[in-house]
């Protein structure tokens, strides 16, 4: 799935509207301010920033005396794109080194799913890929992973239900190791239920494989799901608080008008978006582009 057809829901409720509103409004007047804030607050683009934006755009239409409402379709597609601007989503890769990249996130939101398309895509470039299946509370998780490494054709080394999980990861970069692979990917626990708890087995996991492997784990990519908008950007807040996230997968954004919440995230966080699920498939993983992703909205 390309970006355009995996944003489509979310441009045409929310840019759709927006467009249907500048091009039926007879004047910029309140009424019309109110229904576009409201617009934008739908779109989980989040309050602050609509907020932000209201204000400057009220100033700019003063300022230059707009009287038009379809002239303010540039300046309010410009604001949004200015928002997105300078993140580095390229993927921190090691030449000389294995590269470990955790994935962290609770559970539902597309956690497995993701770390399978990662596979797929590493593959793809020729890399040798091994996974590492960390969520050992539910035995789900390691069977689901293991069906994806068979989908995709790479190894996963996973240790029974209930073991630690630093254990888990201490083998599998032995077994990395030794197949010579490029990639290790490693699953992690997904319950939130305890932000102590989660800490403290992540700084476990991270212990474990920052001893094997000097400078690891050279990435750590909380998965969001995008369906569940205002939600995961209090996931990204607290995971990026205690997990030492360094970059976001942002899932099911082919499945939801809040597409808006990239723009959240970019604007309330520090933290790149780095990929984006489009799909159920194995294909369906694309790097973040910010310029696609304003051309997807508004063509
Ligand atoms: P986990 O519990 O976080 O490991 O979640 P899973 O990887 O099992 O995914 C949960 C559900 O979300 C599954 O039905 C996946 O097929 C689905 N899913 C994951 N990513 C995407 C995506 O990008 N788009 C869509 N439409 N569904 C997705």
């Known amino acids: 799935l390309k970006f355009k057809e995996g944003l489509s829901k979310t441009r045409d409720s929310f840019v759709g509207k927006m467009e249907d509103l500048l091009r039926r409004s007879k004047k910029i007047d309140e009424e019309f301010y109110e229904e576009l804030e409201e ?3 739908g779109s989980d683009i989040g309050v602050n920033t609509v907020l932000e934006l209201m204000d400057e755009l009220r100033d700019e239409v003063k300022e230059k005396r707009i009287s038009d409402a379809t002239e303010l379709q540039p300046i309010l597609s410009n604001k ?3 928002i997105l601007k300078d993140h580095d989503n ?26 399978g398309k990662l596979a797929h895509k590493f593959k793809q470039q020729n890399l040798k890929v091994v996974l590492a299946a960390g969520d050992t509370f539910r035995a789900a998780a390691i069977d689901q992973l293991k069906v994806w490494g068979g989908r995709v054709g790479v190894d996963v080394i996973a240790q029974q239900e209930g073991s630690d999980p630093a254990a888990v990861m201490y083998d599998a970069i032995h077994a990395a190791r030794a197949r010579k692979a490029d990639v290790l990917i490693c699953d992690t626990a997904g319950r939130l239920h305890n932000k102590a708890n989660l800490m403290n087995e992540l700084n476990k996991v991270y ?7 000097p400078g690891a784990p050279h990435e750590v990519l909380l998965v ?18 205690t997990a030492g996230v360094t970059g976001i997968v942002l899932t099911k954004l082919d499945g939801t008008a809040k597409g808006g919440i990239v723009i959240a995230i970019s604007k ?6 780095k990929l984006v699920g489009l799909g159920e498939k194995m294909e369906d993983l694309q790097e973040f582009d910010q310029q696609k992703f304003v051309d997807a909205l508004f063509p």
């Open 80 to 82: 949004l794109k200015s």
């Open 268 to 273: 309330e966080l520090s933290i790149p978006v």
């Open 90 to 115: 390229a993927l921190n890769f090691q030449q000389n080194e294995m590269t470990v990249i955790v994935i962290v996130g609770v559970n539902g939101v597309g956690k497995t799913t993701t770390i």
């Open 224 to 241: 969001l799901d995008a369906t569940t908008g205002q939600n995961a950007l209090q996931q990204a807040k607290t995971f990026g608080e």
């Open 39 to 41: 617009i934008l607050i």
């Open 207 to 213: 212990r474990v494989i920052g001893k094997e492997v």
